[in-house]
């Protein structure tokens, strides 16, 4: 087990029920049995707080962390393409997360394609809020 994946992990603050929310979406990975609810309020198009819980394995965890702190204060629009840029670097496009979203740099490493659906599961589930 990778430290770093633990570290990001543990910095959980937007692990928490969003009771006044005002989207939500659920997914759960068929082949893990990972699951993540993601809630988030979102006003004028931007994404303004964000809550998730779940039980989850520790890669998704940790991208679940990332992507929370990364989507507060950013537009939905910028948040569908950052969920779109996760699934294009599984995809093959090793460089466009340290690109355009460094701070993702730590989780996404090739090293963890093999956790790539562990990993995707937050992003999946927060573009089925921002899409719609």
Same mark, same amino acid.
């Given at each position: 087990?990778?430290?770093?994946?633990?570290?990001?992990?543990?910095?959980?603050?937007? &692990?928490?029920?969003?009771?006044?929310?005002?989207?939500? +979406?659920?997914? /759960? @990975?068929? *082949?893990?049995? %990972? $699951? !993540?609810?993601?809630?988030?309020?979102?006003?004028?198009?931007?994404?303004?707080?964000?809550?998730?819980?779940?039980?989850?394995?520790?890669?998704? &965890?940790?991208?679940?962390?990332?992507?929370?702190?990364? +989507?507060?204060? /950013? @537009?939905? *629009?910028?948040? %569908? $393409? !950052?969920?779109?840029?996760?699934?294009?670097?599984?995809?093959?496009?090793?460089?466009?997360?340290?690109?355009?979203?460094?701070?993702?740099?730590?989780?996404?490493?090739?090293?963890?394609?093999?956790?790539?659906?562990?990993?995707?599961?937050?992003?999946?589930?927060?573009?089925?809020?921002?899409?719609?």
């Amino acid at each position: 087990m990778d430290l770093e994946i633990l570290q990001i992990a543990s910095k959980n603050n937007n &692990q928490k029920f969003l009771e006044n929310h005002t989207h939500n +979406s659920r997914l /759960k @990975n068929s *082949l893990c049995g %990972d $699951e !993540i609810q993601i809630k988030v309020i979102i006003k004028k198009d931007k994404i303004v707080d964000f809550g998730y819980q779940g039980k989850c394995c520790v890669y998704c &965890q940790a991208s679940a962390s990332l992507l929370s702190k990364i +989507s507060i204060n /950013k @537009n939905k *629009l910028k948040v %569908d $393409e !950052i969920c779109d840029d996760a699934r294009s670097y599984f995809e093959g496009d090793f460089e466009i997360i340290n690109r355009k979203w460094k701070d993702l740099g730590k989780l996404f490493k090739k090293k963890n394609i093999s956790r790539k659906e562990c990993i995707l599961l937050p992003f999946e589930t927060l573009k089925k809020i921002v899409s719609d």
